[in-house]
Each structure stands twice: as structure tokens, then as C-alpha cells.
């Protein structure tokens, strides 16, 4: 099943966020993901904003490929960068498939 990296971003320091993000799209496509959308500027219908300024969600082939991404030295040596340049709430989510409609 896919898994999806769901991340709320508010950017701090664009150069270095800049940088993290160039950086980690590189490392990403070597475990496999795929960007699946970069959405600015949030439009609340229902609850509170936490104050996020951006979504990143990136499609891996599955939750153990993303785990691997994520703990890969290559990936956790770009941490310090994307603290530096901004404050994310990441989340992981494993595919399911949708109910049939009765």
C-alpha cells in the first residue's frame, strides 16, 4: 500500500528552507518519492489553523519505504537544516482503500 508524508510548514528562514527543501526532494527521490502537492496559503472550512503557511505531500511506495527515507543518515543530516529554516508538523499516513458505495 502507498503511504503518504503529510508535512504543515511555516517557513522561518527562507534561504535555509530553500535549501532543505532542494536538498530533501534530492534525497527523497532516491527512496522512491514522488511529490504529490505543495499547497500555500490555507483555507480553513472547519476547526483552527495551527498557523501553517504551507503542505508538502509526497507519495512513497509504501510505509516501510517511507520509514526508510526517514531514517536514512542522508535524511536525518538535513534535520538540522529544516529546523533552522522552519517549523513542520510531519505526519505519516498508510493508504487505505476507500468503501465501496452502497
Known sequence: MPAYMISHVTVTNKEKFDSYFDKTRAVGAKYGAKPVAIG??????????????????????????????????????????????????MVAYEARPLPQAQ
Request: proline residues 4%; negative net charge; glycine residues 6%.
Open 40 to 89: 500555500a496559503q490555507p483555507k480553513m472550512l472547519n476547526g483552527e489553523s495551527d498557523g501553517h503557511q504551507m503542505v508538502v505531500v509526497a507519495e512513497f511506495e509504501s510505509m516501510e519505504a517511507l520509514d526508510t527515507w526517514h531514517n536514512s543518515d542522508e535524511y536525518q543530516a538535513l534535520v538540522p537544516l529544516r529546523e533552522e529554516g522552519s517549523i513542520q508538523h
